[in-house]
């Protein structure tokens, strides 16, 4: 049996809400985003450096879809879409140095089940309905 973690839960719980409160402001998103990932993960300087940069965000996809989600604040640029392109990339150095065993194609499954991860997080909708307002 596993122990409780409630600041795991807390952070999954805030995901969760991402993509299943449609009435919810994404300011309100980002600031549970925001407090559940510095709870979950702690207050190192790469956390919080991330969290300064990293929002919900409604961001339009193609036609009259959107989708909120987590993103690049100042871009909004989907984490999923930053993921999704560096699946063409090659193996980073730092991390070619600490697993020399992969191979480009295990590169490509790990960053395509974070995309996919990220992907089943984001609400989408169609533009006729009504949008989050953003912050």
Do not use: C
Not at 28 to 49: K, P
Not at 56 to 85: C, E
């Amino acid at each position: 049996m596993t122990e409780p973690n409630p600041a795991k839960d807390r952070f999954l719980a805030a995901l969760h809400a991402i993509r299943a409160n449609g009435d919810t402001p994404t300011s309100s998103l980002t600031g549970e985003l925001t407090d559940a990932l510095l709870a979950y993960g702690s207050e190192t300087e790469d956390n919080v450096a991330a969290v300064g940069r990293i929002g919900v965000r409604d961001v339009p996809l193609f036609g009259d879809r959107r989708a909120v989600g987590p993103a690049i604040k100042d871009h909004g640029i989907l984490v999923s879409d930053i993921l999704n392109r560096a699946e063409e990339s090659e193996i980073p150095d730092p991390v070619r140095e600490s697993y020399p065993e992969l191979d480009r194609s295990d590169w490509q499954a790990a960053l395509r089940l974070a995309t996919l991860v990220m992907t089943a997080i984001e609400r989408g909708y169609l533009h006729e309905e009504e949008a989050d307002e953003d912050d």
